[in-house]
């Protein structure tokens, strides 16, 4: 029995779609744990390309049961339409896929309210897919649930009471216009006709299925520097991407797992506001953008790219309790001559002992340098370690005596066999 949580140790976009696909083949059941439709996970096999919001990139293995736990706050339409685009690419669900009836429903009001707030001058740069306003309800104990589908007196009830507050928000403090109750009801009555097949008590099957013997990737979306608790709050996701959150998010007591594995980019990138000490706004970056393809799955933005950041993972890795991770885009590096890396911060002359909570005094920190030579060698088609050049391997080893990690996988490139395993 193994039971591993899988954790994007960074600003999140480190590539997990790839590396939770190729773990899958160990794996009986893959479960998503927190986030929403803003996380895009991204697949290459053979000539297509599979973009995942919410279902576990697990589901492209044969044989590979996946499960959306109660952590996750469900986009109706964003999960139609990905049963979909599988379904019309001969990867069925039915038996497959589950999701938890304690998981909440993003709906429309929470979209809306979502841009709405995007649109003023305090952004944070989320997706304006409705992810916050969601947990906002969640937490507010306002929230609606997939089991409240089952009741319609109690779905109406409920959609009834939320939209007298929103619609008064709308139209009162916004100027919008009122949003129609019938209306919404009728999608979600529609829509659980739709997903009734696949909800589940969650927690009872996955904890059954570790009594069996069988064996649970944990898969967590966005990264852990968005943590709402231990990221560069306030310019966070709503939610714990970090290892904590799998045992909230599913229902798996913490006894019950057995390690905590890490997606770490070769690099650093970020999507939306906040602070980014080692970001490059030069033709480095601009280079950094271009090698990488560094545009968002969900939202097509240009990702902010900037050199290796040891301490910010660090840091991520003692939270985290990472023991391993797979270095992702490794093969994007290989044009540059000189490669920096961050080990450390100053801050008014200063070396800081420990990562800084607050974005205030994050950004005003110096990153401290250290520069190994590139290798300027193409390795997108090396396929065992021994094959890496020196220079390459010189930087591995050093990244992770610096961010106190062991590798075992290395991504040199989008399609899944260009993938080294370091044990076989």
Same mark, same amino acid.
């Given at each position: 029995? @193994? ?18 696909? +190729? ?8 479960? &998503? ?21 919410? +279902? ?22 964003? =999960? ?35 841009? +709405? ?11 304006? &897919? ?14 609606? &649930? ?8 109690? =779905?109406?009830?409920?959609? &009834? ?53 069988? @064996? ?9 520097? =968005? ?126 002992? @420990? ?32 094959? =890496? ?36």
């Amino acid at each position: 029995m @193994s039971v591993t949580v899988l954790v994007g140790s960074q600003w999140g976009d480190e590539g997990k779609g790839k590396i939770v696909d +190729i773990l899958s083949e160990k794996y009986r059941i893959v479960t &998503r744990y927190q986030g929403g439709a803003n996380a895009g996970h991204t697949v290459e096999i053979g000539d297509k390309q599979y973009i995942l919001h919410l +279902i576990p990139s697990g589901i492209l293995r044969e044989g590979v049961v996946c499960v959306i736990g109660n952590g996750v706050v469900v986009d109706p339409a964003a =999960l139609l339409e990905e049963i979909r685009i599988l379904k019309e690419n001969g990867i069925s669900v039915d038996g497959r896929l589950f999701i938890s009836h304690n998981a909440h429903l993003i709906m429309p009001y929470h979209k809306l309210l979502d841009s +709405i707030s995007e649109s003023g001058n305090k952004k944070i740069g989320t997706t304006g &897919r409705g992810i916050g306003p969601c947990y906002i309800d969640k937490f507010a104990r306002k929230g609606i &649930r997939i089991v409240d589908l089952l009741n319609k007196d109690v =779905l109406e009830r409920k959609i &009834r009471e939320n939209l007298e507050e929103k619609n008064a928000l709308l139209e009162k403090v916004y100027g919008q216009e009122k949003l129609d109750v019938d209306e919404i009801i009728n999608e979600y009555l529609q829509f659980d006709k739709e997903i009734d097949p696949y909800i589940t008590d969650v927690p009872l099957y996955l904890n059954n299925a570790i009594a069996e013997g069988k @064996s649970i990737l944990l898969e967590g979306a966005q990264g852990a520097m =968005l943590d709402v608790d231990y990221g560069t709050y306030p310019y966070v996701t709503s939610s714990n991407p970090t290892a904590g959150g799998a045992s909230t998010g599913t229902g798996i007591p913490p006894t019950k797992i057995t390690s905590v594995f890490g997606i770490v980019k070769a690099y650093t990138t970020r999507v939306g506001n906040g602070p980014f000490p080692t970001e490059l706004t030069d033709e480095e970056g601009e280079k950094l953008r271009k090698e990488g393809a560094e545009f968002g799955a969900t939202t097509g933005r240009p990702r902010r790219c900037g050199w290796f950041d040891a301490f910010l993972v660090r840091y991520s890795v003692m939270i985290n309790g990472v023991e391993s991770v797979a270095i992702t885009k490794l093969d994007v590096l290989s044009k540059f001559d000189k490669i920096k890396v961050c080990v450390g911060y100053e801050l008014n002359g200063k070396k800081v002992k @420990s990562f800084p909570s607050d974005v205030e005094r994050l950004n005003k920190v110096k990153p401290i340098y250290e520069t190994l030579d590139g290798w300027n060698v193409d390795i997108t088609g090396c396929k065992t370690y021994d094959e =890496l050049p020196h220079k390459t391997k010189e930087y591995l080893d050093f990244i992770s005596k610096e961010a106190n990690f062991k590798i075992e996988i290395i991504s040199v490139g989008p399609k899944r066999r260009q993938t080294i395993l370091m044990n076989g």
